[in-house]
């Protein structure tokens, strides 16, 4: 039973303390975890608790990769250099804020199966398959490559998930499809085409 809340002050005739105070936050010990990581719990959503599990285990690690994608663009926006500078600048920003939607719907999709999203910054980066890139500055023709390498890792991972997952659970076959797959097939269309014949790589000999 919850304990009566502590009061500061001096007393009135009436019992009331005149500094009494219902506003005060009352902040809660951690106790240990109310649903441990890699386990699902089962809802009202007509899934089976094996195909909801599945779905959760391999949504994860598209959603550890999709983060470690998004904090790359960011990373590349503010280091970015070069005579393109600006539009480079722009350009992976507005594909960092394109990732950060994805991030979203993935980790919610994770929830609503039952399951728990992995979100911090180091049980991402231990789960994550895509390289981790240096902490200094790269060249610009580095940095587009990184990112396609990421892609293609995510691209191939969404085709062959969602083919795993397509008759069991069209939901989550639906957002890799419609929303991972094709966010990630246009932003790699958009930035392998400046490797194309631009003076940032040598030809093919």
Known sequence: MKSAPKHRGSHHASGKNKDDVSAEPELVTPTGVIQ?????????????????????????????????????????HWQVTGPWFYQFHLLFDKHFNEQAALVDLIAERIQLLGGVSVAMGAHVAAQTRIELPPIGREDVAVQLSRLLKAHEVIVEDARKQSAHVADGDPGTADLLISNVLRTNELQT??????????????PQK
């Open 36 to 76: 441990h990581f890699g386990s699902v719990a089962r809802l009202p959503n007509s899934l089976g608790m094996a195909v909801a599990k599945r779905s959760v285990e391999k949504l994860n690690q598209i959603l550890a990769d999709t983060i470690t994608l998004r904090d790359l663009y960011k990373k590349h």
């Open 189 to 202: 269309w958009f930035l392998a085409e400046h490797l194309v014949h631009s003076g940032f790589s040598e």
